[in-house]
Every structure is written in structure tokens, then in C-alpha cells.
């Protein structure tokens, strides 16, 4: 992928000579010419699987280009950020790319491998960015809370994950699709249960009731432009992931766990 060879070069280029316009050139550039190979893509292949872990179709790039194009405007919005901020600050660009990757990989991830890959690559970069500014508490106490409590609805994610793949023999979104889990008995408690886990884990990322605790203090700690970045790339990402992962599996068929989204998207609109 471009988008990582943008990666590369900007590792490149911190190592050999720090210039914070330089930085944020390159990650533009990067970001540009990712945002152009998308398009080409769109117009000119049909959709196709890279591995069994990922699928670029029209609905990953649709996706996928809003977060690059979002993730160009953070850029430009981080380098009048730390422009005066003191040494050190060419790193923030690059866990910006690399969390805009795993943000890209969870928008066309048909399986739970490559979802949990780009879940905790998001992941890890965005640790690294609340807690990014040398001086104050507030950002590390931030950078802490999110770590933690991320750590616990990962556990969640992969607990359900598991509880999924024990009755359907599985982790591919397409085969659940086919008919891998059953909706009756011993195998529907299973489902449940697993979809359960499954939905307070990305409850969390995407801070809906009553998940959403650790929002406020994670907002005020973080640097202003990884607050936009989690309000936007970070959610708007894993809400792909989920819905092709709901599209998927049919979830409409099973009443419990509609009847729990509705609960969970009144009360976060109410509440959150």
C-alpha cells in the first residue's frame, strides 16, 4: 500500500533529519497519493479479495477515503498545533499514518484476524497520541485511562470472537454469511453471548451508553487535533467494521440482539 510506504519513508526521514514541515509534507503527500491509487481502484478493478482476511470493494473505498481525506485535514491541523510546541514533535505525524492504517484495515476486514490487526494498530498509535504533549498530567492520565479500559473491550471483542468460532468453526465474516452459526439451542445461546461480548468491546471504541464513561476525560486530556481524531477516524472506522460484520451474519434475524442495539442507540442519544 502506498499509505505504508509513506510510512517508511517518513521513518526515513525523522531518523536522518527532523523538520516538522518536512514531516507533515510527507504525510500529505502520502496521504494524497493514497487518496488517488483509491480512486484508480474504484474506476478501473472490481472488487476482489487481497487475502481471505480483506476485501476492497466499493463499500471499503468509499470508507477508506473518507478517513484519508479526514486524515489529511488533521494533518494540516497538527502541524499549526505543534508548529511552536518544542523538539520532538515529528513522531506525532507518523503514529497519526499508522493509526489512519489501522483505521483503512478495519473499513475493508472480512474476517476477525485482520479486524483485530487493524483494531489494535489503531489502537496502540492512538495510546501514544493522547499521551503525546512531554508537559502536564492530563494527557497521560488520558493516555492511561484509554489504555486500560481499551485493553478490557479488546478482551471483550476476542472473548466473543471466540465464543463465535467454537460453534462455527469460523472467523471469516463471509462464511458466517453462508450459514456457519446456528439460530436455535445450545448454538443460539452461543451466538448470543458471543455477539454480546462482541457489542460492549466495540460499545467502548465507539463510547456508546454505558460505555461511554471514559469520553469527557480522554477529550480534555488529548491533544485538539487527536481529539478530532478519535471523534471521527477512530469511531467512524470500527462502525464499518461493525456494520459489515452485522450485514454479514444477518443480525437482523435475531430479536435479542436488535432489541439491545435499540436500547443502546436510544440511550446514547439521550445520554451520551
Known amino acids: 500500500m502506498i499509505l505504508t510506504g509513506a510510512i517508511l519513508v517518513l521513518m526515513m526521514a525523522i531518523a536522518f533529519m527532523r523538520n516538522l514541515a518536512l514531516s507533515c509534507g510527507i504525510s500529505v503527500i502520502g496521504l494524497m497519493l493514497t487518496l488517488i491509487s483509491m480512486i484508480w481502484v474504484n474506476l478501473n478493478l472490481e472488487p476482489s479479495y487481497v487475502t481471505p482476511l480483506l476485501r476492497v470493494d466499493d463499500f471499503g473505498l468509499l470508507f477508506s477515503g473518507i478517513m484519508v481525506v479526514t486524515a489529511l485535514f488533521i494533518c494540516l491541523l497538527a502541524y499549526s498545533y505543534h508548529q511552536n510546541r518544542g523538539e520532538h514533535q515529528d513522531e506525532f505525524f507518523l503514529l497519526l499514518l499508522l493509526a489512519t492504517l489501522g483505521a483503512m484495515v478495519l473499513t475493508i476486514s472480512v474476517h476477525f484476524a ?20 512531554t508537559k502536564g498530567v492530563f494527557s497521560l492520565e488520558a493516555a492511561l485511562k484509554y ?79 487527536v481529539a478530532g481524531f478519535l471523534a471521527t477516524i477512530s469511531k467512524g472506522s470500527v462502525f464499518v467494521a461493525l456494520m459489515r460484520f452485522f450485514l454479514a451474519v444477518d443480525g437482523y434475524q435475531y430479536d435479542s440482539i436488535m432489541t439491545g442495539l435499540y436500547w443502546i442507540a436510544g440511550l446514547s442519544m439521550l445520554l451520551g
Request: no cysteine.
Open 114 to 133: 485482520s479486524f483485530v490487526l487493524g483494531l489494535e494498530l489503531l489502537g496502540i498509535s492512538i495510546y501514544a497520541l493522547i499521551s503525546y504533549p
Open 147 to 225: 489504555l486500560i479500559l481499551s485493553g478490557i473491550s479488546s478482551a471483550f471483542i476476542l472473548f466473543g470472537a471466540g465464543l463465535l468460532y467454537a460453534v462455527s468453526g469460523t472467523l471469516s465474516f463471509a462464511d458466517f454469511a453462508a450459514g456457519g452459526i446456528p439460530n436455535t439451542g445450545t448454538g443460539q445461546i452461543f451466538v448470543l453471548a458471543g455477539s454480546a461480548m462482541m457489542l460492549a468491546g466495540i460499545g467502548f471504541k465507539l463510547s456508546l451508553v454505558p460505555f461511554h464513561m471514559w469520553t469527557p476525560d480522554v477529550y480534555e486530556g488529548a491533544p485538539a487535533p
